[in-house]
């Protein structure tokens, strides 16, 4: 099949050859003029403009959308309507809000264009090990792409598949990143107390290869724990600093929304704000009151 990819990042990049190993005809586009010649080098089809993206692919056209939640995606959809035709595929396999997919499926249905979203797990490994997609949208506009979710998937019947309309496959990313946080928080926070116990003088690499065999909690999560702690075992040179791109938050949002309790994936996104926060205020505020109330002492900075 043919597929037009926009964003040639760490994503955009593998996935594209991914395709092309498969057999696949890839046209990619990217700003960078460097991941566009690594496209060609690589042997898929590298343009700089969105004009011969679109005039390299035959309608009707199938093109996968690959830049960062917001703005870019509908900056790329308003550019590519005027140049493509009644019954192309748009396909936004980023981290969107799911009722920003909602409003953009809803407003291009009536235009002609067809709109499926594709939550898409696996980061930098999915070139060797394939992805994990969850789609959202018209079942038969799921069925015209099976071809390229086959070859992008860990293998053709597995880690792929519709879960419902638009919007859904979106949904169920940011509940799969929710859950991420939860699994990621409760594993640093494990190793931590264990790191604590000095008195035992635990091995934190030698255990965390323990358990990726036969233990309940082994992961692919803590496969590549392992390999982090195996290269760094004292994680040296790292800031305690952990950003987030917006899924966790989407995912808390939602569970007060729906009066559901996530504990564990609140507290997770919690900590990460926390950790941007060095001698915060709030802990400032505390020692303070209670300096007040009590005369108890604080420590000077
Ligand atoms: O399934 C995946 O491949 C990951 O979940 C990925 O989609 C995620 O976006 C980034 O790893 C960073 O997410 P945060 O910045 O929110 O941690």
Redesign the pocket.
């Known amino acids: 099949m043919e597929l037009g990819l926009i964003g040639l990042g760490k994503m955009g990049g593998n996935m594209a050859e991914r395709l092309r190993r498969a057999g696949h005809k890839v046209v990619g586009f990217d700003f960078s003029a460097e991941a566009v010649q690594r496209l060609n080098d690589a042997g898929s089809v590298g343009v700089t403009t969105l004009e011969d993206l679109v005039k390299n692919l035959q309608a009707p056209r199938a093109i996968w959308i690959m830049v960062p939640a917001g703005d870019p995606v509908d900056e790329t959809i308003a550019k590519l309507k005027p140049m493509c035709s009644q019954g192309d595929i748009f396909i936004d396999g980023g981290?969107s809000n799911y009722k920003d997919t909602q409003r953009r499926h809803d407003e291009l249905k009536p235009q002609g264009f067809e709109f499926l979203d594709c939550g898409?797990?696996?980061?930098i490994w999915g070139i060797t090990e394939g992805y994990s997609m969850m789609i959202g949208g018209d079942d038969d506009v799921v069925e015209r792409l099976r071809p390229i979710f086959e070859a992008l998937a860990p293998a053709p019947d597995k880690g792929w598949g519709r879960v419902g309309p638009s919007g859904s496959g979106h949904f169920v990313?940011m509940i799969?990143?929710g859950i991420?946080?939860g699994m990621m928080q409760s594993y640093a926070e494990g190793f931590s107390i264990m790191k604590a116990k000095k008195v035992l003088g635990l091995d934190l690499t030698q255990i965390s290869e323990i358990w990726r065999y036969g233990s309940v909690v082994r992961s692919w999560l803590l496969d590549l724990t392992a390999d982090a702690l195996k290269k760094n075992p004292e994680l040296d040179g790292l800031e305690a600093y952990v950003?987030?791109?917006?899924?966790?938050r989407w995912t808390v949002y939602e569970a007060i929304d729906l009066n559901v309790s996530a504990p564990v994936i609140t507290e997770s996104l919690i900590r990460r704000l926390r950790s941007r926060e060095e001698n915060n205020f709030t802990d400032r505020m505390l020692a303070v009151m209670r300096n007040e109330f009590g005369g108890h002492a604080v420590k000077k900075a």
């Open positions: 981290n898409t797990s696996g980061g990313k799969h990143n991420e946080y950003p987030d791109s917006g899924e966790g």
